[in-house]
């Protein structure tokens, strides 16, 4: 599998097969440089234009969106690989005041390459028992790490202990391409800081093989354009 940061809460995530997924793609107004993509599927965890900007993506894909109220699945074949994808959404919030200032977020949950992965959205608070238990074992989480309309480094790290994924993508961190926007006021150091395994990967992708992943809460820092 391939995992490629394109920068904030937007990953492109590919299986052996060819199956590909991009979650939370951004608008225009962010600084980073949106690649040329095509993808199979796109995955919208909530409707702000941080992370719901679906019509960047090339290639017809299916588009799943979030739920507000009660958990969903969505099966899908890809006919072009021959995999069939299923997606589940657990309701959440985008703060810690059961959505009365940002709304509702979904939890996105599929598996590829007999690997559970797992994207928190813009998710503002630490899960409930009936969330972790809906989520279940996670081999790779994608995690909002920057604080000010997310979870700041100190929640992420207690959430990490809650979820105890063998692999960590840090997101929706600040940086030069979100200065001023009011969308995060950590840069990645507060999180990772916290963090006992950090790589530092000087690419834009990273291979995950599911025989070398451990249990150790490994954390992976990504560039980006």
Not at 69 to 91: A, C, Q, Y
Not at 142 to 156: D, E, Q, R, W
Not at 188 to 207: C, H, K, P, Q, W
């Amino acid at each position: 599998m391939i995992v490629r940061y394109l920068g904030h809460s937007c990953f492109f995530v590919s299986s052996n097969r060819g199956s590909s997924v991009i979650i939370d793609p951004y608008g225009t107004h962010l600084g980073y440089q949106f690649p040329l993509i095509q993808s199979d599927v796109v995955v919208v965890t909530h409707e702000h234009k941080d992370h719901n900007a679906d019509w960047r993506v090339t290639g017809s894909p299916t588009v799943i969106k979030r739920t507000c109220d009660f958990p969903v699945e969505h099966e899908l074949p890809i006919k072009r690989t021959g995999e069939t994808l299923i997606f589940k959404g657990i309701p959440s919030f985008h703060d810690d005041t059961s959505g009365r200032n940002r709304g509702p977020n979904t939890i996105f949950l599929w598996e590829m390459d007999k690997m559970r992965l797992c994207h928190l959205g813009d998710l503002g608070h630490l899960l409930t028992p009936q969330q972790m238990k809906d989520i279940g074992p996670v081999d790779i989480l994608f995690l909002p790490v920057g604080g000010k309309i997310t979870m700041g480094s100190s929640n992420a790290a207690l959430l990490v202990n809650q979820l105890m994924p063998k692999l960590i993508f840090p997101m929706h961190f600040k940086t030069r391409h979100v200065e001023g926007l009011g969308l995060a006021d950590e840069e990645i150091e507060a999180f990772t800081g916290r963090m006992s395994n950090v790589d530092v990967i000087s690419s834009l992708a990273y291979e995950v093989v599911k025989e070398r992943l451990k249990p150790d809460n490994r954390v992976i820092i990504l560039d980006y354009q």
